[in-house]
Nanobody, 124 residues
Framework: QVQLVESGGGSVQAGGSLRLSCAAS????????MGWFRQAPGKEREGVAS???????RYSDSVKGRFTISEDDAKNTLYLQMDNLKPEDSAMYYC??????????????????WGQGTQVTVSS
């Protein structure tokens, strides 16, 4: 079992940047497929970015080229660097950990563990 705690959310203007962090209670690199999801009011939770096998990444089309997912092995921490933010990026952002196999076969890592979320608000 792994516990996940997100931080780093906040309010920014369009074009700005934020870096989200997800602190895990155990080793995540090479152990889990890690991912970031987001959910806006009235919408389904959607996959934003994932990483597994140390360096294999995946991004949704809506954030590709603007967001970067990474891991810090020593700190057991997952990051999401978000640049050139847009109002449509506003949502609750969640960190997730799942079996690497699910990511290897092309699934978003939504079947394992979740954090409590951190709010991101982007104003125009």
């Amino acid at each position: 079992q792994v516990q996940l705690v997100e931080s780093g959310g906040g309010s920014v203007q369009a074009g700005g940047s934020l870096r989200l962090s997800c602190a895990a209670s155990t080793k995540i690199s090479s152990t889990y497929c890690m991912g970031w999801f987001r959910q806006a009011p009235g919408k389904e939770r959607e996959g934003v970015a994932s990483i597994h096998s140390d360096a294999v990444t995946r991004y949704s089309d809506s954030v590709k080229g603007r967001f970067t997912i990474s891991e810090d092995d020593a700190k057991n921490t997952l990051y999401l660097q978000m640049d050139n933010l847009k109002p449509e990026d506003s949502a609750m952002y969640y960190c997730a950990a799942d079996s690497p196999w699910n990511c290897h076969i092309g699934r978003w890592p939504r079947l394992g563990y979740w954090g409590q979320g951190t709010q991101v608000t982007v104003s125009s």
